[in-house]
């Protein structure tokens, strides 16, 4: 598979503690993106790397999260003293910029973080 | 502060009927509208996109429709089929802001058989 991938699916974790999700894009693709989606909405763009610098990030990104991209290519997003309110659906996507537009950002399926 | 406007939030078709949801955004600086669709427990694959340059793009069974001076672009979905129930999202991007993508609220398509 050539995809987007993500790790893991599904994560259950207790309130407070610290959580970490790995993204592998389409090895070609030098844009990583990080989205979280919260159920009955569409994904909000938390962070972007461009190769191995993050280039921005969203006020939705609070301190309790940080992502890395070494090397540029696979990407991890950790969350720090989880709160139930991190329960969500966390997408990476990845794209090549060609020329004048970029070509599409492909998704992967998403690490779902249930907070109890 | 939502800059991308999505309705319905639901939508109920018969096969073989049309399908149209509608998106209106506030950031004149956008200039990329794709158009997703989620199925359950899957990311967002690309359906359909437009670039504000043109007022309509047909790919098969899906139409974009793109409103310049209103800011407002839809999709149609003819002849739907039950295999297009999923959820849809609309989105739109600069490259200003790297293309990363203001997503609409999503429309829960059900076609029945």
């Known amino acids: 598979d050539t995809g987007v991938s993500q790790d893991p699916r599904h994560k259950i974790t207790k309130r407070g503690q610290n959580v970490t999700f790995r993204c592998d894009p389409i090895s070609e693709h030098n844009r990583l993106y990080w989205y979280r989606q919260t159920l009955g909405q569409g994904p909000e763009f938390l962070t972007y790397f461009q190769n191995e610098a993050q280039l921005e990030k969203s006020r939705l990104l609070s301190d309790r999260f940080s992502a890395e991209r070494p090397k540029g290519s696979f990407s991890t997003l950790e969350i720090q003293r989880t709160e139930q309110g991190d329960s969500a659906m966390y997408l990476c996507?990845?794209?090549?910029?060609?020329?004048?537009?970029?070509?599409?950002?492909?998704f992967g399926q998403g690490t779902r973080l249930t907070v109890v | 502060q939502q800059q991308v406007k999505q309705s319905p939030q639901s939508l109920i078709v018969q096969k073989g009927g049309i399908s149209i949801i509608n998106c209106a955004y506030e950031?004149?600086?956008?200039?990329?509208f794709p158009w997703y669709q989620q199925f359950p427990g899957k990311g967002p694959a690309l359906l359909i996109a437009i670039r504000p340059d043109v007022s309509e793009k047909k790919e098969g069974r899906f139409t974009i429709s793109f409103n310049k001076s209103a800011k407002q672009f839809s999709l149609h979905i003819m002849d739907s089929q039950p295999g297009d129930s999923a959820t849809y999202f609309c989105a739109a991007s600069t490259e200003g802001s790297a293309r990363q993508l203001t997503f609409g609220s999503g429309t829960q398509l059900t076609v029945l058989p």
């Open positions: 996507a990845s794209s090549f910029p060609q020329g004048a537009y970029s070509t599409e950002a492909f």
């Open positions: 950031n004149t600086a956008f200039d990329y």
